[in-house]
């Protein structure tokens, strides 16, 4: 059974830095590429970075050179650091695996106040 957990979300102030992590428990997962979304209170969910089984990464042209994607396969686990914090930036991040089917973890929420 496929099952992603994220954590790290909080409040912080603009121009502060937050470090989400995504423990992933599935069969063969490093082959896989994953990814974060982000959905803000009335707003559709968006596509954040993705980063492949080989380590190449993308990223949404709003968090280019703030956020950076990575993953560490020995401890199950993709993060997403993420710099110089914006309040655009606040919405519930959730982490995806993408595959056959896709998989989502239950998101967690990040505020930015100004």
């Known amino acids: 059974q496929v099952r992603l957990v994220e954590s790290g979300g909080g409040l912080v102030q603009a121009g502060g830095s937050l470090r989400l992590s995504c423990v992933v428990s599935?069969?063969?997962?490093?082959?896989?590429?994953m990814a974060w979304h982000r959905q803000a209170p009335g707003k559709q969910r968006e596509l954040v970075a993705t980063?492949?089984?080989?380590?190449?990464?993308v990223y949404a042209d709003s968090v280019k050179g703030r956020f950076t994607i990575s993953r560490d396969n020995a401890k199950s686990s993709v993060f997403l650091q993420m710099n110089s914090l914006k309040p655009e930036d606040t919405a519930v991040y959730y982490c995806?695996?993408?595959?056959?089917?896709?998989?989502w973890g239950q998101g967690t929420q990040v505020t930015v106040s100004s």
């Open positions: 995806r695996l993408i595959g056959a089917r896709d998989y």
């Open positions: 599935a069969n063969n997962w490093m082959i896989n590429t």
């Open positions: 980063i492949t089984g080989g380590g190449t990464t």
